[in-house]
């Protein structure tokens, strides 16, 4: 799949998100926009057909308005300025629930690791992705989550299940990249296997890169993710270079995303006792406890990790699944619905505005005789 063929892919599941929603009535936030600015087109609208007496756009907002009786009456706001307006207190809701959401999600993720087992964690993920069960690759988060739940405590035979439920090799670029990277996590964390794990977080990297557009939500994340897990394997196996401390050391001090927190904590914790800073290390170690003290995985030594000998074959779930002829077909087709869908969406939205402003032009010229 080239990277053309794989943005378009994420478009149309992008629309394809959008419409499972509104079909479910669901709330989503760019539907709030959306709905938002077209009851303000209309209400503007509504404005110039029943004052065609008031001022037109290009007049001042605050502009009194002669009324009979010598009353004046103050014209409605310019319709640039609603619409500014608008988009304004639109941003400002949804990205402050948005915060607030995430703000209290991180709080019972951290909440959910002081239980004994991964019961707790995963009912808090279940309950942060259950939106993405109306997205088409839905099935890839909800595993993604539920299979790193499982790792942090070390439960092997869950994480394993858990990856194996979804067709990886039917996934765009980035969504494949998930899937290494939880088998990754596996690998660190269940089978103790440093080399393999650093080898498919690399992986993981390098696919999550195939696309275009840098503005994707979640892309970001998920290179920095990728990043740490290879930066705690180089602790490891003590390679780490002053950038990959440095990166330990800034992921150790991320509040906003629990496993950078972790992961980041976990790895600077090794490369202290690489070093020769016991007591570095030893505040780090008991930082990990306070945070995650039923997360056995996360309170291994250096030392409890194999420098040399393989760990016993298993099906990898997503690396066998991606080797496969079984490959990701009908790419030029996806791109080709994904088109389609965007034409109809921008066709829309656009034939409304041009329609608002062709009946502003006729309200604002029987207005004005």
């Not at 993981?204 to 394997?233: C, D």
Request: glycine share 6%; net charge positive; proline share 5%.
């Amino acid at each position: 799949m080239s990277k053309s063929e794989n943005d378009w892919y994420l478009v149309g599941a992008t629309i394809s998100t959008v419409e499972a929603h509104r079909k479910q009535r669901r709330s989503h936030y760019w539907s709030v926009l959306l709905w938002v600015m077209l009851a303000v087109l209309f209400l503007s609208l509504f404005q110039l057909v029943l004052h065609t007496g008031l001022p037109s756009a290009r007049d001042d907002a605050a502009e009194a308005i002669p009324q009979p009786g010598g009353k004046t009456a103050v014209g409605f706001p310019d319709t640039p300025a609603v619409l500014l307006i608008a988009f304004g207190v639109s941003f400002a809701l949804i990205f402050g629930s948005r915060w607030w959401g995430q703000r209290r999600w991180r709080r019972a993720f951290f909440e959910a690791l002081q239980h004994p087992g991964p019961e707790k964690l995963i009912e808090v993920s279940e309950q942060a992705t259950k939106k993405a069960r109306l997205m088409p690759d839905g099935d890839a988060l909800i595993a993604q989550s539920t299979t790193f739940a499982y790792a942090l405590y070390g439960r092997e035979a869950e994480a394993t299940r858990a990856l194996a439920e979804v067709n990886w090799s039917a996934k765009a670029p980035l969504f494949r990249a998930l899937g290494l990277a939880c088998e990754g996590i596996v690998e660190l964390l269940c089978r103790r296997d440093v080399p393999r794990s650093s080898e498919l977080s690399r992986r993981a990297r390098e696919m999550g890169a195939v696309t275009y557009a840098k503005w994707l939500a979640g892309k970001t994340r998920v290179e920095r993710l990728n990043r740490i897990y290879e930066a705690v394997g180089e602790a490891l196996s003590n390679t780490a270079s002053p950038l990959t401390l440095k990166l330990l050391e800034e992921s150790a001090a991320d509040d906003s995303t629990p496993a950078l927190k972790l992961f980041g904590t976990f790895g600077l914790a090794v490369a202290m006792e690489h070093s020769g800073n016991a007591e570095r290390a030893r505040r780090l170690r008991e930082n990990l406890t306070q945070l995650a003290p039923h997360c056995a995985p996360l309170h291994l030594k250096a030392a409890d990790f194999p420098a040399s000998g393989q760990p016993a074959p298993w099906a990898a779930p997503v690396s066998s699944s991606l080797s496969s002829p079984t490959a990701l077909g009908a790419a030029g087709a996806s791109a080709r619905a994904a088109k389609w869908k965007l034409f109809k969406v921008v066709a829309t939205w656009g034939g409304l505005i041009a329609l608002f402003y062709v009946l502003r032009l006729l309200a604002a010229a029987t207005g004005t005789k």
